[in-house]
């Protein structure tokens, strides 16, 4: 049996635009760090095999910190390591994976032809690609087939499951069938696929290690991987230290800042989240945005807050007086009732607005 980790995508060195220049600069650090756990989490596994399959720079570039910290944690490890460069860090002589002499148990490959490395001491051999350009619109397995040589057969490439069109190394459940592989190690895409398999052949994309926005939320990792024979087991290891989350936060019949309280009572300080308000607002307690950001703000590393709720049903019940309000009211509900759901926001707004100038209260926030 050979025990391997598979992983993909850290994008080291990503911008972190969203964030300020402070904060951006500590993520690009906690991603390094990201490298030392990869080794550590080797070492504990005592894995046989790691593959990096595609993406590990964001760019064609490396900042000479970023460059020595995956250095140093690849030349540690005593298991054999394979990096299949992608569209985000496509291989060259001047790209980060050229300009160093690599320990001889990292293999980096160098060509979009798969190219084959036997390892005879663990029974496997172990074929790939790489990109070097920023598109390919060939698929890695087009046309590919392993040997049958009685040895347990990896793939590592980089690629999209997606239509034969892709710019991005169109893969397809057909090529993967015909490949031979025991098991395909992929990467590209940001989400954990699961243990997947097409025809004799088990592959998966494990997603990134950690998210970088609001596109890739929720639990970030890799995949330690067992193969014997023709059995494939995998199993998914948390590697994020920050999450980005998206909660809906229902404040109905709540004062909106003890909903939040109870919210971040319950939650990680060190994620990052974008907070939706849901559920019906109360016209004489409405969520004050700033104020319930800058408490967020307190907790969080990062936080923002939107507000996705409607209007109080109980405040429709007045549309009945026979009064200013109630006309006022009656007319906005009808308005309401006929409106798109891009203009609905913007009556709702009128409406409380309205309803302060005639009751003469503060305007609301």
């Given amino acids: 049996m ?3 980790l598979h992983a993909a995508d850290f994008h080291l060195d990503s911008p972190f635009h969203a964030l300020s220049p402070e904060q951006a600069a500590e993520r690009r650090e906690e991603q390094r760090q990201l490298l030392t756990r990869l080794a550590s989490t ?3 596994v005592r894995a046989d095999l790691i593959f990096l399959a595609g993406d590990l720079f964001d760019g064609q570039r490396a900042r000479p910190e970023t460059l020595q910290a995956l250095y140093q944690s690849l030349e540690e490890l005593e298991a054999e390591v394979f990096l299949a460069p992608g ?3 496509p291989w060259s002589a001047a790209s980060p994976y050229g300009k160093l002499v690599w320990p001889d148990h990292v293999h980096i490959f160098s060509t979009p032809e798969p190219q084959r490395v036997e390892l005879p001491h663990l029974g496997a051999v172990v074929y790939g690609s790489a990109f ?5 619109m060939d698929g890695p397995l087009e046309g590919f087939r392993a040997d049958d040589e009685g040895l347990i057969k990896f793939g590592c490439f980089h690629g999209d499951l997606s ?3 892709s710019r991005y190394g169109p893969i397809t459940p057909n ?5 031979g592989l025991d098991y395909l190690a992929l990467g590209h895409s940001h989400t954990a696929s699961g243990l997947k398999k097409a025809g004799q052949t088990y592959y998966a994309w494990p ?3 950690e998210g970088r926005g609001f596109d890739e939320t929720g639990d970030k990792g890799l995949y330690l991987g067992e193969i014997d024979q023709d059995r494939v087991k995998l199993d998914f290891i948390p590697m994020a230290k920050r999450r980005y989350l998206t909660p809906r936060l229902d404040i109905t019949g709540q ?6 309280q109870a919210l971040m009572a319950g939650s990680n300080p060190l994620d990052i989240l974008r907070i939706i308000l849901v559920g019906e607002r109360d016209p004489e307690n409405e969520p004050d945005l700033t104020a319930l950001t800058a408490l967020a703000s307190t907790y969080f590393y990062s936080a923002s807050i939107y507000d996705g709720t409607s209007l109080s049903r109980t405040l429709w019940e007045r549309a009945g007086e026979d009064t200013l309000t109630g006309l006022f009211l009656r007319t906005m509900r009808k308005r309401l009732d006929e409106a798109s759901e891009e203009e609905k926001p913007g009556l709702e707004r009128a409406v409380r607005f309205g309803l302060a100038a005639l009751e003469g209260r503060e305007e609301p926030r």
Avoid: M
Avoid at 255 to 260: M, T, V
């Fill in 2 to 4: 050979l025990t391997f």
């Fill in 42 to 44: 080797a070492q504990e």
């Fill in 87 to 89: 569209n985000h860090d």
């Fill in 132 to 136: 070097t350009a920023l598109y390919r």
């Fill in 163 to 165: 239509t034969v069109h």
């Fill in 175 to 179: 090529q993967i069938a015909a490949s």
């Fill in 207 to 209: 997603g990134c290690p």
């Fill in 255 to 260: 004062d909106p800042g003890q909903a939040l």
